[in-house]
């Protein structure tokens, strides 16, 4: 079982940045990687970044390439998001989720921070 909590999120305007954090605790033993996820009012939840910790390579989604940035810290099992230039359509719920190397998915996911961005 792991918990997974974000915060950091909050309203900015366009334009603005913000700094996201989440943090995994319980049986994180076999933490493979760690990714943000975000889901926008009436849309699907899709992919933002995720970094695995071996090699500890990063990927990003083409929409926010060159404004977020994604680290972490694996002996906390932590990760960031840096968000810059934000755009109103980066207004969504942001997810941290937690793939492991038993079942090589991101089985584990935490509640959500609200990130707007106003115009």
């Known amino acids: 079982q792991v918990q997974l909590v974000e915060s950091g999120g909050g309203l900015v305007q366009a334009g603005g940045s913000l700094r996201l954090s989440c943090a995994a605790s319980?049986?994180?033993?076999?933490?493979?990687?760690m990714g943000w996820f975000r889901q926008a009012p009436g849309k699907e939840r899709e992919f933002v970044a995720v970094i695995s910790w071996r090699p500890g390579n990063t990927r990003y989604a083409d929409s926010v390439k060159g404004r977020f940035t994604i680290s972490g810290d694996n002996s906390k099992n932590a990760i960031y998001l840096q968000m810059n230039s934000l755009k109103p359509e980066d207004t969504a719920v942001y997810y941290c989720a937690l793939k492991t190397s038993i079942t090589g998915s991101f089985g584990s996911w935490g509640q959500g921070t609200q990130v707007t961005v106003s115009s």
């Open positions: 319980g049986r994180t033993f076999s933490n493979y990687a």
